[in-house]
């Protein structure tokens, strides 16, 4: 269940904990049950679950039903990625609120749909209901011959993350208007409104990398997850954080670092990869070293410029649970 | 999607077809998409999701934390049991209303535990996030090597129910003091609280039976869907449904004939099945012939001595959608 990556608020860590030690141990056909991006059956079967409430995870005022549907289903495929799965098929839960009309939840379908498309995973069923307010419960299976865990990172392995981080978390601070619109505007606002899962960087990533999980909170809160799985320590480069165009102006208007904007705003939706620098460069796929792994009790330490006053922020986000 | 056997309300069936129509065909990962109680997977997985949203589908004042948490896993595996399906495993994402604690959360994920333990679907993740009120959204994964459908029945099959009718509506209407309890209250409350899913009895229909479907919306309105999905025209004898015992007192209180209580009432989640007359004394399981199959275009007609003006009703929930 309660996958801390989530909007759970951060204090209810240990409540989290309760509630996995509440459901029991998987039985046996589970490989892998709570804790991970997904929960791993036999045989080789992956399974997600996403929740996005509104006012939550989103607001209406700042999404379209079709980017809506669409993020909901690429949140969940971003978990099959972070697990180097390939996906089968996703059922879709809708809670309509009370001023949801029928063309905005056509809408949102056809987002649902429009993702589904380009990502080779049909929406193949679920349920509808009434509710005080629009929520999207969606769920996706996959196949992964490989499956890439949070637990695998080793000692020596480099740290490396796919694509540009921030943008999510500036294009949201633009679209609520916390921030004034700088020239890349538009592509942040897709940016977090349309996430793209890293399917393919996945695969090719499968029986290479050590570890992996996708960006949902945040380098820093996500680094965390992948030390506490991995029983390792991790060093994070901050100045070596790969920011997306127009993060930095973003960050100066609101008086943030720009590496302290891209490596705490959440939903970039890249993976987080432990993996042996050697095979780094043959990998196939676009990454970018931002730390290493080492040995010692789970823990995240920042490095860099940024990694000053300012960042202690960072030290809270990453103390053990 | 769009199970119509939701809580939908029942005028929004054109909107579902509509979004049923948006999300496309399924592919080829697929035997079965939207309409059945749950999607069917190649090779032989059975996969369903359901939503239970307070104010909606339970109240918070009439249910307990561990009969919430029971009741939304046991409706998902009634759908794996109208597919004939045995359970893998469960997710479970849970929507935390401002007004609820720690210790009622727990409380619901041991009503959880207590369900996947029953009948062996252990959870294995999920999702937790804050919402406006409570809500779960659960899915389930089950297997079935020869899955039961809607689709199948027969003009000349019998229509047959397991278990009995009108408890879970019964209790209902106690629990929120809208008539008086019975001697069989805290039975009939029961029965509401804490379904149970007809999974043994769709083992032994499996390969038996013509089609099937659980009983969620009531008689009335699931034959209406068992109708629809096979192009059959059906029979139901009133007089001849099986009644829970405290159903006429409760139906008496609230100036309804027992039938119309027992038929229109919902989340008994009975199996309605269609089975040829001949196999149903050999399958094994209990049964009690409540109507039969014959050929026309879809609809439901209703007979016994029940079936007078106080029944207009039930033709309008078996209209066409």
Tied chains: 1, 2.
Excluded: M
Aim: glycine share 12%.
């Amino acid at each position: 269940v309660p996958d801390p990556a989530s909007a759970a608020p951060r204090g209810e860590f240990a409540l989290i904990a309760r509630l996995a030690a509440a459901l029991g141990p998987p039985g046996a056909a589970v490989r892998q049950g709570i804790g991970d991006d997904c929960a791993l059956l036999h045989p080789d079967l992956v399974w997600s679950l996403d929740l996005l409430v509104e006012d939550v995870h989103f607001r209406r005022s700042t999404t379209t039903p079709e980017d809506l549907g669409w993020k909901a289903l690429a949140v969940n495929l971003s978990d099959l990625a972070a697990c180097a799965a390939a996906p089968v098929a996703a059922l879709a839960g809708v809670t309509l609120g009370p001023a949801v009309d029928g063309d905005e939840v056509e809408r949102l379908y056809a987002g649902l749909r429009a993702c589904a498309d380009a990502y080779g995973c049909p929406v193949v069923g679920g349920d509808l209901s009434r509710g005080p307010a629009l929520a999207l419960a969606v769920t996706v299976l996959g196949r992964a011959g490989r499956p890439l865990r949070r637990d695998g990172a080793q000692p020596g392995d480099g740290l490396y993350v796919t694509g540009e981080l921030g943008g999510s978390e500036a294009g949201r601070l633009v679209l609520e208007g916390l921030a004034p619109a700088p020239p890349e505007a538009a592509a942040l606002a897709a940016r977090h409104r349309r996430p793209t899962p890293r399917l393919a960087e996945a695969a090719a990533l499968a029986g290479v990398a050590s570890a992996a999980l996708d960006v949902s909170d945040g380098v820093a809160s996500d680094a965390r997850q992948l030390a506490a799985a991995s029983g390792v320590a991790l060093v994070v480069d901050l100045d070596a954080l790969p920011l997306q165009a127009g993060v930095s102006a973003v960050a100066a208007a609101r008086g943030l670092h720009p590496s302290v904007l891209a490596g705490s705003g959440g939903e970039d939706y890249e993976l987080l990869v432990a993996l042996d620098d050697g095979r780094a460069a043959t990998a196939g796929v676009a990454l970018t070293r931002i730390g290493r792994v080492e040995a010692g009790p789970p823990s995240v330490r920042f490095t860099g410029v940024a990694a000053d006053a300012e960042l202690r922020g960072f030290d809270h986000l990453a103390a053990a649970p």
